[in-house]
């Protein structure tokens, strides 16, 4: 991390969850490891209850928690302040953050009442930057760029510390930019839409729609023709975030038509 100069405090994190659904599924770990300009680290750690939410058999086997083994701990709501407080105002990192890790959190913490705006920050995902170059699940990239075996593969933990290792490699290995300002530009091509991807910026950068009978058209096509669809979606199993967007895009529609 020394050949990276930073202007803001980067927040590397790792969550553990009761399954892989972004919307509806649980945080029960989440360790963060705040980098600083000086390049002084802290640290943050939580183990969660989720809040009866069922944890999925594979998830269990990945991670190792149960419900019962939780049922001691604090309810993210009763952390939330603490977390939000720890990475406000910081980049974010992690390994295959963008799709999971950090999506789930913005969840989290809207149904706690937090405001957390993931676009406002710079992103360093270890995982996107590795698929331009060599595609690999964390534990293999860990053992091929540090010749060691990841120990506790799967626990938080030991997954963001690993995170960090790789990044650091990858700064030396790929000749990475010295800032993150210039690290975020060259992972992600275009800007990010909503955090689960139902929407993107097409070549003139206009908004589309990447699923569905309006896979490919353009909000401004399907507010034409079918406006009930955005009320659909809103009504839909999709996750806060996504709705926080498609109410942005309403908003601005019903601006125009009142000019």
Known sequence: ???????????FFDVETTGLDVSADRIIEISIIKVNPDKSRESLYFLINPDGKEIAKEATDKHGHTLESLSDQQKFAD????????IKD?????????????PILVEEFMRAGISFNPRAVKIVDAYKILIKNESRKLEHVYE??????????H????????????????????????TIDEIHKLTFDK??????????????????FTFGKNRG?????????????FSWMLGGTFTNDTKFVIKQIINAFNAIVKK
């Open 90 to 102: 910081c980049d974010l990192g992690g390994y295959n953050c963008l799709r999971f890790d950090i």
């Open 1 to 11: 991390m020394d050949k990276i100069n930073l202007t803001n405090s980067i927040c």
């Open 155 to 178: 626990s938080a933990e030991a997954d963001i510390e690993a995170t960090i290792e790789v990044f650091e490699k990858q700064i030396e290995l790929f000749n990475l930019p010295s």
């Open 191 to 208: 800007p990010f839409v909503d955090l689960a991807g139902k929407f993107e910026r097409n070549k003139d950068n206009m908004i589309c």
């Open 144 to 153: 091929r760029m540090t010749g060691k075996k990841l120990e506790n593969a």
């Open 79 to 86: 952390v939330a302040d603490k977390i939000h407080t720890f």
């Open 217 to 229: 058209k353009t909000i401004n096509e399907v507010w034409k023709t079918d406006q009930g669809y």
